[in-house]
């Protein structure tokens, strides 16, 4: 990809982003968001140059964000609080991931191991929500939605995660996944297991 691909797919990355912050906190949270989007930016499109350090930098400072931002949202619906929270933490560590190849990206991510960081990760926000365990399918089936722009990836990835529950792989992402959504809750502790899973970094 040439150095103009990756700023416009950036610039598109910023625009959607923006937009929820936006929804969620007016044009002061769009302003906010972009304070760490630049510069989260311009260490991607020269991660060769600077190493992976910084990006990891950038990833906490947005997280720190994002935690103020999640906090004072509203949370009279727990549902769409869990499923939008749920959405834009993973969200992230799915972009920051698919810093490398497309080809191995699409690989790791339907790896078992992250397949169970995903649906533990959920799992373990909409039981931290209150929400009904005959509510969480439908609620998880919305997150998978907005995880995935193909409505039957999403739906294939869902029932991937159902078949394997039981497999070593998935139950230790899973553990995996909802340990890291109870540290990112209790002390602020940057939710970033998947994302080193797709760059490579974990196995």
Known sequence: MTLGKKITAYILNFIIVGSGFVI????????????????FVVVNVFRKEIGTIWPIVIMAASYAHLTYILRKEGKDNKEIFAINTA?????VQMQLGSSNDQKSFSKRLSD???LGYMFGFNDAILQLAGIRHEDSLAAM???YSNLFDDLGAAILTLEESLKYQNEDAFRKGMFAG??????????????????????????
Do not use: M
Request: aromatic share 14%.
């Open 24 to 39: 969620i906190k007016g044009y002061r949270g769009f302003s906010l968001g972009l304070i760490y989007l630049v510069p």
């Open 87 to 91: 959405t834009k933490l993973l969200k």
């Open 112 to 114: 078992k191991f992250a």
């Open 141 to 143: 089936n919305s997150i």
């Open 178 to 203: 909802g340990n890291d959504l109870h540290k990112f809750f209790s002390d602020e502790t940057p939710p970033l297991g998947l994302a080193d899973f797709l760059l490579g970094e974990k196995t």
